[in-house]
């Protein structure tokens, strides 16, 4: 059975920084690409960042500079380091592993920049 399951959510100031986990069990994590979506209230859901099997990544414009995906495929987790939040950055963060047509997802876990 296929689990992604996020951590690391929660509250924080404009500017302030949360960094993100995903830990991938029952898929050989390391041929997977990982990638981060998030999707704030009312809107659809959105890349935030992806991370290739040979460590390519990519990144949406809103996010360039500020957040950073990486891997640890030793412990089947991938990560997104996120930086000088701000308010818009507001949303349900998931987790997405991909391979040749499979796709899973997590639950998502919550960010909220508030002051």
């Known amino acids: 059975q296929v689990q992604l399951v996020e951590s690391g959510g929660g509250l924080v100031q404009p500017g302030g920084s949360l960094r993100l986990s995903c830990v991938a069990s029952g898929i050989l994590f390391g041929f997977y690409t990982m990638t981060w979506y998030r999707q704030a209230q009312g809107k659809q859901r959105e890349l935030v960042a992806t991370i290739t099997t040979g460590g390519g990544t990519n990144y949406a414009d809103s996010v360039k500079g500020r957040f950073a995906i990486s891997r640890d495929n030793a412990k089947n987790t991938v990560y997104l380091q996120m930086n000088s939040l701000k308010p818009e950055d507001t949303a349900v963060y998931y987790c997405?592993?991909?391979?040749?047509?499979?796709?899973?997802w997590g639950q998502g876990t919550q960010v909220t920049v508030s002051s």
């Open positions: 997405n592993s991909a391979q040749r047509g499979r796709s899973y």
